[in-house]
Nanobody, 125 residues
Framework: QVQLAESGGGWVHPGGSLRLSCAAS????????WGWFRQAPGKKREGVSS????????YYADSVQGRFSISRDSARNVVYLQMNNLKREDTARYYC??????????????????WGQGIQVTVSS
């Protein structure tokens, strides 16, 4: 089992920045890919970004490309999502997720084995 706990969310003005953290514990070595997902009220869950635990390759949704950056501190077992130039449409609950074996595209959330509780990010003036 892998336990995930998000932190760092909150409220920010448009154009502002936030950094989300995902602290992982448990059988971390079993994880091949770490991901961030989000879900806004009335909308489907969408993949935001992912990072490979093997080679560090990163992937981003088109909507956040160039504004968000995912990284991982393997020594501290933390995955980060740096979010810059935030827009109102980035408002959502953000979830950290992990998967042992990636069989589908990284943004297909159904294949992820482990999920955090989620944390709210609100972008508003």
């Amino acid at each position: 089992q892998v336990q995930l706990a998000e932190s760092g969310g909150g409220w920010v003005h448009p154009g502002g920045s936030l950094r989300l953290s995902c602290a992982a514990s448990g059988k971390i070595r079993s994880v091949s890919v770490w991901g961030w997902f989000r879900q806004a009220p009335g909308k489907k869950r969408e993949g935001v970004s992912s990072i490979s635990g093997r080679d560090g390759d990163t992937y981003y949704a088109d909507s956040v490309q160039g504004r968000f950056s995912i990284s991982r501190d393997s020594a501290r077992n933390v995955v980060y999502l740096q979010m810059n130039n935030l827009k109102r449409e980035d408002t959502a609950r953000y979830y950290c997720a992990a998967v042992s074996t990636l069989g589908l595209s990284w943004y297909e959330g159904m294949q992820y084995d482990y999920w955090g509780q989620g944390i709210q990010v609100t972008v508003s003036s």
